[in-house]
Nanobody
Framework: QVHLVESGGGLVQPGGSLRLSCVASGSIFSINAMGWYRQAPGKQRELVALLHSGGSISYIDSVKGRFTISRDNAKNTVYLQMTSLEPEDTAVYFC????????????????WGQGTQVTVSS
């Protein structure tokens, strides 16, 4: 059993900052990519930032230069530092990780957190 738990969301004024955290726990053998997605009301879920196990990083264009993804492998934790927040960043942010469990013969699978609300409003 694997769980992803996000934290750090909240209400912030335009131009403000937030730091999201996501901790993976459970019967984890290895974690490959970890990333953040978001879903605004009435819109499809979209990839915000992805950090591959090899260290390469990708961001959606609208957050480049404002958001930074990082990872603490020892803590199975991925972070999303968000600065210069805009009302358009308002969404539920979901953590995602590609994990292999300790179950024999397991294969890497996609796991999701339950999401944390980020609201940018004055």
């Amino acid at each position: 059993q694997v769980h992803l738990v996000e934290s750090g969301g909240g209400l912030v004024q335009p131009g403000g900052s937030l730091r999201l955290s996501c901790v993976a726990s459970g019967s984890i053998f290895s974690i490959n990519a970890m990333g953040w997605y978001r879903q605004a009301p009435g819109k499809q879920r979209e990839l915000v930032a992805l950090l591959h196990s090899g260290g390469s990083i990708s961001y959606i264009d609208s957050v480049k230069g404002r958001f930074t993804i990082s990872r603490d492998n020892a803590k199975n934790t991925v972070y999303l530092q968000m600065t210069s927040l805009e009302p358009e960043d308002t969404a539920v942010y979901f953590c995602n990780a590609f994990i292999t469990t300790t179950q024999p013969m397991d294969v890497p699978r996609n796991y999701w957190g339950q999401g944390t609300q980020v609201t940018v409003s004055s």
